[in-house]
């Protein structure tokens, strides 16, 4: 097969260069890792003191980085085990994660204490949203002159420099405001944004499944991409139909273990495809009210929303198009109600329940909604092999948490944090430990590590590494 990209010589990226694409029709469809294909991208094994690449584990896969976030923090007597150890027993909001425990490290006792009010009072939210990754103080403004910091993603991703063809992504399924007061003279970007490139630059997420799509698998300038869609839309057409030639070719370079896992991921490619035009086509036809039309491809329940968007960031893991990468489920004070379990209250109303039961009960069962869409997302992390035979969890480190504990209180302290995953076997997951009031930053330096690139003394508002198993 000619090279997609003859202009990429011995002096383009190394990374680019030996990635194996499927290109034609103004669309280039990255391929995972295959262990039969020469000149492959991660060798099962690094050569004797070959120099480790940027964000692989020790066998040479890719190791994943996510920070997952989840708005209004928790109820702590639900969340929290009762017991330490290896030996602790999952709460019932954490309770669908049992399939996964043994990936699971609870990590208690970790603060944001640059979130705490102090002299600049009210707006909690936006502290907690804006601290949670970054770990300063951010500026109390409603103008254009916020300041936050860089987040761990962005120094993680500026480490990897061009190991992929992205180098962090962004995913949101909040409204994303980046203008205008959002809390208590706080400007939105704060609440909006997860992940800042520089103090004065956050990296807008993107919440429309079919654009990260294309982003992913598009080719072209942005208008060509565009036209190109367009064509396959009026002809009804997968992207895998436009490479149907490539793929036969392919198939007579693979192993037996490698064809199941390039159908697997077409598979995949084509289930995405589908959700995302039968969103759309579940609008069409029907009476339009007097307002502009959502964006295309954004499913009507929130539930097949955020689960798109987790398969989304499980495919772009699966075929390396980054390695690091931000999913802000939704900003912190976000209000939405939760019909389809039963809530119809909004979540930031009932997270002041001042102690009524009700209001309690119905917090439990949203933050039990949203830790299941977690188990959704781990569970088939878990599922999909690597190329070094382990699977896609097992190389990652993953953090699901909040920058607010006790929502009732707007507590910072003993932040709800959960790190998923094995990076690669550096990681002893399936325990639950209470540090003694230590920065979450302090679990973002041990992170970074990991990553590789020059060794950071000191992140954010961290006193040290965490010690993790």
């Not at 609870?106 to 990754?133: K, Q």
């Not at 590789?452 to 010690?467: E, M, N």
Request: proline share 6%; charged share 20%.
């Amino acid at each position: 097969m000619k090279n997609p990209f003859p202009r990429l010589g011995p002096e383009a990226s190394p990374a680019l260069s030996r990635r194996r694409f499927l290109r034609n029709a103004g669309l280039c469809l990255t391929l995972p890792a295959l262990e039969s294909l020469p000149g492959r991208l991660f060798a099962a094994t690094p050569a004797a003191g070959a120099a480790a690449a940027p964000a692989t584990t020790a066998t040479g896969a890719p190791l994943r980085t996510a920070f997952l976030y989840f708005p209004n923090g928790a109820i702590p007597s639900a969340w929290w085990p009762t017991e330490t150890g290896a030996n602790f027993a999952l709460n019932r909001t954490l309770e669908p994660l049992a399939g996964v425990r043994q990936h699971l490290q609870l990590l208690g006792g970790l603060t944001a204490l640059c979130a705490n009010g102090g002299a600049d009072g009210g707006g909690d939210h936006a502290r907690a949203n804006g601290v949670f990754l970054t770990g300063v103080r951010i500026k109390k403004t409603n103008g254009a002159d916020f300041r936050a910091g860089v987040s761990a993603d962005q120094v993680m991703a500026q480490q990897i420099g061009l190991a992929t063809p992205f180098r962090s992504l962004e995913l949101s399924c909040d409204t994303i405001l980046n203008v205008g007061t959002c809390d208590t003279d706080y400007a939105c970007v704060y609440q909006h944004n997860l992940a800042w490139s520089s103090p004065t630059t956050p990296l807008t997420p993107e919440v429309n499944p079919r654009m990260l799509f294309e982003r992913m698998f598009g080719a072209g300038t942005p208008k060509e991409r565009a036209q190109n869609l367009l064509v396959r839309q009026q002809q009804k057409r997968s992207v895998l139909d436009f490479i149907q030639s490539d793929m036969r070719s392919l198939a007579g370079e693979l192993n037996g273990r490698d064809r199941d896992k390039i159908d697997e991921y077409f598979t995949s490619v084509r289930d995405i495809e589908l959700r995302i035009q039968a969103a759309e086509q579940a609008r069409a036809g029907r009476p339009q009210p007097n307002v502009d039309a959502p964006e295309a491809g954004i499913p009507g329940s929130y539930t097949d929303y955020v689960r798109l968007m987790f398969d989304m960031l499980h495919l772009a893991f699966l075929t390396d198009n980054t390695r690091v990468a931000t999913f802000m489920i939704a900003g912190d004070g976000n209000n939405r109600e939760f019909a389809e379990i039963g809530v119809n209250d909004g979540h930031h109303n009932l997270s002041h329940h001042g102690g009524k039961q009700d209001w309690i009960d119905k917090v439990e069962k949203i933050d039990r909604w949203y830790v299941t869409q977690l188990a959704y997302f781990l569970e088939k992390m878990a599922a999909t092999k690597d190329i070094d035979g382990n699977s896609l969890l097992h190389n990652s480190q993953i953090v699901y948490g909040s920058g607010n504990a006790d929502g009732n209180r707007h507590t910072h302290g003993n932040l709800p944090i959960i790190l998923a995953g094995h990076a690669g076997g550096a990681l002893k997951p399936g325990a639950y430990t209470k540090f003694n009031d230590e920065p979450v930053t302090n679990l973002y330096l041990n992170m970074m590590d990991r990553v590789g690139g020059a060794r950071i003394g000191r992140f954010g508002d961290s006193t040290g590494r965490l010690k993790l198993a």
